[in-house]
Each structure stands twice: as C-alpha cells, then as structure tokens.
C-alpha cells in the first residue's frame, strides 16, 4: 500500500464518530459524559455532513420505549459523520430501518434535550450494535449480547457509561 | 436569466411544430414519438398563462357526465381509487393543471372560484396523450440491460470510442430547452408575440409529457404502482382541496433528481465534457458528472459508484458512441417529489442518450436528449422522454451561475408555505427525512380510511 494510501485510509477510518472532518461544533455534547442505550430507530437522515439516526430508547425492562406524558415516544437524535463515511459499516437508511433495535453510546448533549453525538474512544473508534430483526435484549442488556447481532463501526465493545 | 437575456437571438427558433428530426433508431435508441400532437389537457396552463377551462363554478362541460363523487367534492380520495381510474374524478384535468389551479407561478391564471374546491374547474375531457406514447418503446426492463444493449451497438459499431479533446469541442455550450424559450415568449406583450419569427423544422421538439401538462390526470396514474399512484393522488387532492402546496424548499432541500424534466425547474444546462467526465451543469448548481468508462458496483440494493448512500442527483457512468452520442446509466438516486409529478423511489434509474443535432447546411444546433426511466417501485412500466436542449451560447455567455439550492424564503406554517419577516416568530416543526410533504398532508386528512402503519414502537 502506498503511503498516500495509507493515509486516505487512516483519515476515512478516523472519520468514523465525527469530529476530525466535521463542519460545526460538538461544544454542545457534554464529552466527560458518556451513556449507553438501546433504541429503536424511527428514522435515518443520511445527511452528506452527518448522518443522524432519529430513535426512541428503550427502557430499562426492554419492553417498550421511553415515552412522554402524552404516551408519545421521546424521540433522540444521534449524530455521527458523514453518510458515505458510515455506510462503510452499514449503518445506511437501508442498514438502519424503521423498527431497527440497536445499541451504542452516546455523549448527550449538555442542555438536557434529547441528543447527542456518538461516543468514540482516544483513537476516534466508535460502534454501534444492531440486534437481529425485531429482537430486544434482556432486561438491562444490549444488543451487544444478543446472539446474530451485528457490529457496526470500527470498535469491538461499548464503552463503560458514566452514569 | 440567460434565456430572458438572449430572447432577440432565440426567439426565432421558438418551435412548435414541423417535421421532427429524430436521431437515428436503433433498438435501443432513437425512437420517435407516437404521441401526436400533445395538446394541454387541463383548465389551468401555468407558464403560457392559459385559462383553458371548458366549465367552471362546479358545472360541468356540455356532453360530458359529471361523477357523483370527484376529486373536488370527495372527502377522502383513499377510499375512492377505483374512481381514479376515469379522468372525470379529476375534472380531466392534468396534473399541473391541479397543481396550479389556485393560481401557481407568477403566470398561473386562477380557476377556483371563490376559494372553494367544489368550484374546481373542468379540462379537455377529449385530450389526452396516449399511455402508449409515454412508455418506453424499447423492451428492456432494467437500466443495465438498456445498458448493455446500447454498449453492444456501440461495439458493433466499433466503440465505445475514447475522443480526444478536439473533437468534442462543439459540446461545449450553454443550452437550454424549446419549452423555455416558449415560456419566456409567454411573458412579452401580444405585441412582441406577433414579432416571433416562425421556427425552421430542425428545431422541433417533442411534447413535454414529463411536465404533466399533456395527460389526463388518470393517464399519468395508470404508468404508476399502486402506492405510488396513493401518493400522488395524495398529493394533487391536498393541493387542490387546501393549496396546501408543497415545496422542498420549505424543507430546506435539494429539489431532488426529476426537478430537472419539470415545468419551471431546469434554468438552463452547461456541458462541460471531457473525453473521461462529462459535467451536466443545470439551473442551481444541479450539477451532474458523468464518469465515462467506469462500471457500476452491483453487490448492493442499486448499482452504485461510492458508498452505499443514495445520492440526490444520484451517479452516472457513460461511453461515448461516437464523437456526437454520448450514452450514460444513472443510478444509486434517492428517492424524493417534485410538485405537480409523480414521487420517484431510491431505485430509480435513467438511461439518457445525448446525440448532437446538426442542420442540413451543418450548422450545430444543440443536443437531442432521450431519457428511459426505470423505476419498479414507482412505476409499471419504463417510461421515456424526449427533449431538445438548443445551443444558446458558448459557456462564458451570459451571466455567471448561482447557487441557489435551501436559500430558504417560505416555510411550512399550519401546512402551508409562508413568508415570514426578520424577528418574526413561527412555531416550526421539523420535518422528517422520509416524505416531509406526506407527514403535512396527513395533518389534513382527519378521519380518511389512510391504510394503516405499523407501529414500530411496540412490542406487543
């Protein structure tokens, strides 16, 4: 492999959680908080800057999701980099559709709304977790421990959470 | 701008009619049009300003027997599909003349009276463009295998060939189409419309069906699926009972990839082409780059040259045929609307073939361009166009281009567009990825028969 290569590797490769490429600031997400979920995706908007996955999390019993006095899902956005940087892991509006139940981590953001942008480790690694087709974890688990799950992204576990 | 500016040099070559002057027919090119003389179907002709209602007040047209229930006094068109079938439910009207009828564009003359849906006029019930004209006329059902069939006549032929720059100095060029020639003509005084000088035959073009202006309502249905032909019913009733229109700007979006065959959305097109990339240069910056002599990845949902991510304008490979036919595949599009058409899917995919047009004493007069749409989700059948892009100038006449994608001046406020003022506040919702209009129209549809969504949510 040529050093130039290697290099447009590295980069694209890094690229993965946001940041290194990214085109505004993530000052908005608290970085020394880290959270771990398993949500249900409602929507993909694979947006060329990044894509954000619009989900509602599920609680803590993996029986239903997290919803509002209403009885409404309370819908989260998560952002990671650009489409075409991801879709390199599956995580695409195809890979990812409505009813899709998967896991990862996220740093929210700081003013409390449901948001936030995907946790990455000190070498920009970041992974998400897709259990199989309509299959929930156990209670209190992750799609990480579900069996046929799939890995998303170029780390191999979640991280601790913070809280 | 460019067409308005250079009018005193187009206008004379404002076609309408003669003899066509069709590129060479092969099996998988070049068939003409059999569609007729294309007359505007509806009561409302945007563009030429043209009321062409035959009733109006909710009376119907002599010798023409009304529905019990149309589209303008049904209160939930879901349930009504078997009626969509007949063009009486729309009044035989077109789609843009729906679209338009509460007075679109600058020039749409309005036909509703009194705001009230019930008045809605009536069009041409004896027009129509026939669904045979508007389907592709070739017998291949994927883009590739159109493809394929195209390169092997190339083959046959000797090429595909690499040109060298020289020789494909002539497409250099800023075209634009007969139709907006027309428009503009539209716009002068009856005065300067006597002045128009009549068009030499090679310039003919043929009819714009893809505009929606030439069809029967129903004629357009029948070339869609079944939830497809939902949407776009969707999409005319809400326009026509609420004007309730829909735009991508009030989203802040691209306008999508078929906004380039709409009535008012291709402003012009600049080729740049090079013997190994060709660069389609439409109105907004709507730029398209055709990488000549690369081949499509096939392991995914579509064929696709980067990632697995539908592309609005989606991505082209081509072959030059000769020196004056370039032929391109494009595909990996993201699915999305354009107003007054029908809406289009991720798997949409074009075959177009560009072939310059000469006159008999050789002058170059500009681009024959054929275009087959294949798209199983939205459509029954492939479906085709043919256009003339006319040479109007070299590529540094004229004013410079602009971007002028999501420069948002209306947004979406109780389901309707709006204008609002600096330090005005407007409580807005955010719209989705998937079909933001379709999420609008629902707000509407109260206690209509929708068909049912899966609730994702739960797990019962």
């Known amino acids: 492999m040529s050093s130039l290569r290697a290099v447009i590797l590295s980069l694209s490769l890094a690229a993965f959680a946001g940041g290194a490429s990214a085109h505004h600031s993530f000052a908005m997400f608290d970085r020394m908080q880290t959270r771990t979920f398993t949500g249900v995706v409602s929507s993909v908007d694979p947006g060329p800057d990044h894509l954000q996955i619009f989900f509602a999390m599920m609680n803590e019993q993996r029986d239903g999701v997290v919803r509002d006095a209403e009885g409404k899902p309370v819908l989260w956005s998560l952002e990671l980099t650009g489409a075409a940087s991801v879709a390199k892991y599956g995580i695409t509006v195809t890979g990812f559709p409505p009813g899709t139940v998967f896991s990862g981590a996220l740093h929210p953001a700081r003013d409390g709304e449901p948001a936030g942008v995907l946790y990455r480790n000190r070498d920009n690694q970041g992974v998400l977790f897709k259990c199989p087709a309509r299959v929930r974890p156990a209670v209190g688990k992750h799609c990480d421990s579900v069996e046929g799950a799939t890995l998303h992204g170029n780390d191999t576990a979640l991280p601790e959470p913070t809280r | ?460």
């Not at chain 2, 004379?12 to 179907?41: D, I, K, M, N």
């Not at chain 2, 129509?128 to 083959?155: C, I």
Request: proline share 7%.
């Open chain 2, 1 to 460: 701008m460019l067409v308005r500016r250079s009018i005193p040099l187009i206008l004379w070559c404002l076609a309408t009619a003669a003899q066509p002057v069709s590129a060479q027919q092969t099996a998988a090119r070049g068939a003409a049009f059999q569609g007729g003389a294309a007359e505007p179907v509806g009561a409302t002709l945007p563009f030429w300003n043209v009321d062409l209602s035959t009733a109006k007040g909710g009376a119907a047209p002599r010798g023409v027997t009304p529905l019990q229930r149309d589209l303008f006094t049904s209160d939930d068109f879901y349930v009504d599909r078997e009626l969509w079938k007949d063009p009486r439910y729309f009044r035989c009207n077109s789609p843009v003349s729906l679209d338009s009828m509460w007075g679109d564009y600058t020039t749409g003359p309005k036909t509703i009276t009194g705001d009230d849906p019930k008045s809605g006029p009536w069009g041409h019930c004896e027009r129509d463009t026939p669904r045979s004209a508007l389907l592709s006329p070739y017998g291949f059902d994927s883009a590739a295998e159109h493809y394929a069939a195209l390169r092997a006549e190339a083959a046959a032929a000797g090429g595909p060939i690499v040109p060298d720059y020289d020789s494909l100095a002539g497409w250099q060029a800023r075209y634009t189409r007969n139709l907006d020639i027309e428009f503009e003509a539209g716009g002068l005084t009856r005065m300067q419309a006597a002045q128009r000088v009549a068009i030499p035959p090679e310039y003919h073009e043929q009819p714009q069906w893809l505009i929606g202006h030439l069809s029967q309502t129903s004629t357009i249905l029948s070339l869609l699926t079944d939830e497809y032909q939902t949407r776009f019913v969707q999409q005319l009733y809400h326009v026509a009972h609420y004007n309730t229109r829909q735009w991508s700007l009030m989203y802040c979006r691209p306008e999508g990839f078929m906004r380039e065959w709409s009535g008012p959305g291709f402003g012009g097109l600049d080729v740049i082409a090079l013997p190994n990339l060709v660069v389609l240069g439409s109105g907004g910056n709507q730029d398209r780059y055709v990488y000549v002599g690369r081949e499509f990845v096939e392991d995914g949902v579509v064929p696709r040259l980067g990632d697995d991510v539908r592309r609005w304008l989606g991505e082209t490979v081509g072959f030059w045929h000769d020196a004056n036919t370039l032929v391109t595949w494009t595909s990996n599009v993201r699915g999305w609307f354009t107003h007054a058409s029908f809406e289009h899917s991720d798997e949409l995919q074009t075959i177009e073939i560009f072939k310059r047009r000469f006159a008999d004493d050789g002058r170059y007069l500009g681009l024959e361009h054929e275009a087959i749409f294949y798209d199983a989700q939205a459509l029954v059948a492939p479906v085709r166009t043919l256009r003339f892009l006319a040479r109007v100038g070299g590529l540094t006449d004229g004013p410079p281009k602009t971007f002028t994608h999501c420069q948002q001046t209306i947004f979406p406020i109780e389901g309707k567009p709006r204008h609002v003022a600096p330090g005005q506040i407007i409580e807005y919702e955010v719209p989705g990825y998937d079909r933001p209009w379709a999420v609008i129209f629902e707000r509407f549809e109260g206690e209509m028969q929708r068909p049912a969504k899966p609730d994702i949510f739960s797990f019962d």
